[in-house]
Every structure is written in C-alpha cells, then in structure tokens.
C-alpha cells in the first residue's frame, strides 16, 4: 500500500523478532510485553472515553493525576 506506515510498536516487534542478537525466550518475552502495552493502553483510552461520557469533570481527574 503506497503511502501506508506500519505503527511504531510492530517496526518495533519485527526488529525484535528479525534480531540475531536476542534469544528466542527473549524474543518471545519482548513482544509479550508490547502486545500486553498496546492492549493496556487501548483499554485505558476506552476506560477515559466512558468515563467522560459519564461525566466532564473525568477529564479534570485524569488531568489533575497527569493521566492525559
């Protein structure tokens, strides 16, 4: 696809795993932990979101812990 950038975290993931550096348990343990961030920070965007439908003042709270 012309134009297409891939996101940073998969360059970051097909680094890791074309590595000749790394072991493969280290390779195996690297992306988990990627994936497992990727999904953690989704989750918080949607946990921000809903809240904030809830109620305007959320945003004030996640700014005021320096969450956003």
């Not at 953690?40 to 969450?67: Q, S, T």
């Amino acid at each position: 696809m012309k134009g297409f950038k891939m996101p940073k975290y998969e360059q970051l993931k097909e680094a890791i795993e074309a590595s000749e550096t790394l072991t493969t348990d280290e390779k195996t343990q690297s992306v988990k932990h990627i994936e497992e961030w990727v999904t953690e920070d989704r989750a918080f965007g949607l946990i921000y979101d809903e809240l904030v439908e809830v109620n305007i003042a959320f945003k004030e709270i996640f700014r005021e812990l320096g969450l956003v």
